[in-house]
Each structure stands twice: as structure tokens, then as C-alpha cells.
């Protein structure tokens, strides 16, 4: 079971583990042993998530997403599969738990009068200051 908040949990059954060998350092150890763990969840088929949980979960996590739905969470960090194994595990509570967070909704606004007087002003300036700048015309 991975706990991810006290009233949210996922059962262990709803995750397929698969492992293969890992890149990177490691010297012959790497061409013998399997470390690299790859988590595969489907999110939508499982009963203990909220529609809206699920929904912002999908649309956060669209490119780790398969054709099939699968959410794929890999994880080659160190030489050993287990502590690679709670790895994973670890990375996918992250994912659910800043999909849990609802964004906040943006309120349109507008600029106040004083603040477009500010900024029309500070433009004619910017402008006097860069005229001043050029070459005297053949008229002065």
C-alpha cells in the first residue's frame, strides 16, 4: 500500500514493476545485474483516486503518459534494485501529492489610471532623453 496523504492511499496491485540493466558507472556489476526499476501505473483505473485528482494528474504528467494511459516512472539512481524499487515509489507519491494542489484561479484585472499615467510618462521621457541623443538636423 503507498501512502501518499492519511486519507489517500494506493493498493501495491495496481503497480507492475519491470527492471533491466542500468547505465552509467558501475564497472562489471552493471553488465550483470538488473538495478534499473520502471514503476507502470494506470491512473484511471484506479478506484481510490477523485475524478478532479485524476484529471490534473493526466494533464501535469501528459508526456510520462503512454498510448494505453500507463504512467511510466523510471528510476536507475543507484546500484541497488530495492532502494531503486522505493525510489520510484518516492517519485510517484511526489507526483500525486503536487497534483493534489488545485491552482488557484486568475482573477482579470486591469491597470489602474495612475498606472497607465506612470507608464505613458516614463515612456515620454525614455523618448526625450534617446532624441536627444541624435545628430543635429541640417535645419538648427
Known amino acids: 500500500m503507498l501512502q501518499i496523504t492519511p486519507t489517500l492511499t494506493v493498493p501495491m496491485e495496481e503497480f507492475s514493476f519491470t527492471f533491466a540493466?542500468?547505465?552509467?558507472?558501475?564497472?562489471q556489476n552493471v553488465n550483470k545485474v538488473s538495478s534499473k526499476v520502471v514503476l507502470r501505473?494506470?491512473?484511471?483505473?484506479?478506484?481510490?483516486?477523485p475524478?478532479?485528482?485524476?484529471?490534473?494528474?493526466?494533464?501535469?504528467?501528459?508526456?510520462?503518459?503512454?498510448k494505453d494511459?500507463?504512467?511510466?516512472?523510471?528510476s536507475q539512481k543507484t546500484r541497488d534494485q530495492g532502494r531503486n524499487l522505493d525510489d520510484c515509489l518516492e517519485?510517484?507519491?511526489?507526483?500525486?501529492?503536487?497534483?493534489?494542489?488545485v491552482p488557484k484561479a486568475r482573477k482579470a484585472t486591469r491597470p489602474s489610471r495612475g498606472a497607465k499615467e506612470r507608464r505613458l510618462s516614463t515612456k515620454r521621457i525614455r523618448g526625450h532623453r534617446k532624441e536627444g541623443r541624435q545628430r543635429p538636423s541640417a535645419e538648427e
Not at 540493466?21 to 564497472?27: I, T
Not at 475524478?51 to 503512454?66: G, M, S
Open 91 to 101: 517519485k510517484l507519491r511526489a507526483l500525486v501529492l503536487a497534483a493534489l494542489h
Open 69 to 74: 494511459g500507463e504512467l511510466l516512472i523510471t
Open 21 to 27: 540493466r542500468s547505465g552509467g558507472p558501475g564497472g
Open 51 to 66: 475524478a478532479d485528482l485524476l484529471a490534473r494528474l493526466l494533464a501535469q504528467q501528459k508526456n510520462r503518459l503512454t
Open 41 to 49: 501505473w494506470t491512473p484511471a483505473r484506479s478506484p481510490g483516486l
